[in-house]
Every structure is written in C-alpha cells, then in structure tokens.
T-cell receptor, first 113, second 111 residues
Framework: DTGVSQNPRHKITKRGQNVTFRCDPISEHNRLYWYRQTLGQGPEFLTY????????KSRLLSDRFSAERPKGSFSTLEIQRTEQGDSAMYLCASSPSEEETQYFGPGTRLLVL | EDQVTQSPEALRLQEGESSSLNCSYT??????LFWYRQDPGKGPEFLFT???AGEEKEKERLKATLTKKESFLHITAPKPEDSATYLCAVFPGQAGTALIFGKGTTLSVSS
C-alpha cells in the first residue's frame, strides 16, 4: 500500500502531557498538510509543508503545537501540555503540487482525559 | 470570508432512491472543488476534482457537477454501501492557502 500512513491510530493521554504524531506521505509528494477534525465538522487546516519548508500555519495552531518535516519526507506534529479541547482526529494529507488532489491518511484520534 | 456550506446535513434514502447533495461556496476565486467520502473513524477518501463551471465527473453511481456558485453530487440508485459522510472542499483563488471544507452531508441508505 503506497497511500498516506499515520501513527499511532489512537492516542489517549492525560491533560498536561505531550504527544507526538507521525505522518508518512505518498512517496514523491512534496506537499504535506495537517488538518484537525472534530465530531460533526469538516477538517480544519492547521499547517502545510512544501518539501521541508513550513509555508503556512493557521491561527488555530497555538504555540503549544509544533510541526516538522525534516528532509522533506515524513512529518511530525507535537502537542505540548495537552488540553481537553485538543481531543480530535488529526489528519495528514499529501499532494504532488499545490493545486492537485490531496490524499488523506487514516488519521490519529486523540483523546485527552 | 471564504465559506463552504453543504446541505442537507443528513439524508436518509431507501436503496434505489436517487437524490442529490449540495455544496455552495463563497470564495475569492476558485482553483478547484473536491468531493471526498468519509467513513466513520477513517480519513477522507478522494472522489472527484472539478476545476471549472460546467465540468462533470462520474464514478459508478456518483456524478459531480459544478457551477459558478455551487456543486452537486448526484447519487443514482444508491446502495447501503454508499452510506457515509460526503465532504466538499474548495481551493480558493488566493495562492498559498489550503482546502476549506464544508461540514459534510451524512448519507444513510437502507435496504
């Protein structure tokens, strides 16, 4: 399977703990996106990378959130000092270029207790 | 402000009962409109991309159309396996922005 993969698929943590998610995009896709989705809502944009450069961050991305994409391959999204409001599905997507279709991974479901 | 509105929020159909889902958008230019299908607990699965008014795309029982203000996803003779949430997303005209999604339409097809 050469689709987008995300790990872990599920994460339960206690408030105040740090968590890190990983996304492996489709090979040779130079654009990688992170979205957050809560129940009954569509995905909301968080940030995106072109190769290793982080080009845009949403105002939804507080300073507790940080994302990296070293060497332009996989990406990590870290949430520090988690809050209950961070509970959501975190989705990763990749595309070959800006205007082409974004292909999504299965998501990481985060529950903060 | 760029906005995407989908209607209805939920739709219940009998197997074989055709219908349409609506996606209306207000964006500063449009560089693309995308339809995705999402099953519970999974990531969105790509269905169609439309780039210009008048364009149509088909796949099995689904057909997507695009006008200057809205898009329709027509479902012909649906089956229970078509039950899912259908998401519409637009790529605004301003460069350097990401997809803007609607809240989705949850379709339930009963046999």
């Amino acid at each position: 399977d050469t689709g987008v993969s995300q790990n872990p698929r599920h994460k339960i943590t206690k408030r105040g703990q740090n968590v890190t998610f990983r996304c492996d995009p489709i090979s040779e896709h130079n654009r990688l996106y992170w979205y957050r989705q809560t129940l009954g809502q569509g995905p909301e944009f968080l940030t995106y990378f072109q190769n290793e450069a982080q080009l845009e961050k949403s105002r939804l991305l507080s300073d507790r959130f940080s994302a990296e994409r070293p060497k332009g391959s996989f990406s990590t999204l870290e949430i520090q000092r988690t809050e209950q409001g961070d509970s959501a599905m975190y989705l990763c997507a990749s595309s070959p270029s800006e205007e082409e279709t974004q292909y999504f991974g299965p998501g990481t479901r985060l529950l903060v207790l | 402000e760029d906005q995407v509105t989908q209607s209805p929020e939920a739709l219940r159909l009998q197997e074989g009962e055709s219908s349409s889902l609506n996606c209306s958008y207000t964006v500063s230019g449009l560089r693309g409109l995308f339809w995705y299908r999402q099953d519970p607990g999974k990531g969105p699965e790509f269905l169609f991309t439309l780039y210009s008014a008048g364009e149509e795309k088909e796949k099995e029982r689904l057909k997507a159309t695009l006008t200057k203000k809205e898009s329709f996803l027509h479902i012909t003779a649906p089956k229970p396996e078509d039950s899912a949430t259908y998401l519409c997303a637009v790529f605004p005209g301003q460069a350097g922005t990401a997809l803007i999604f609607g809240k989705g339409t949850t379709l339930s097809v009963s046999s």
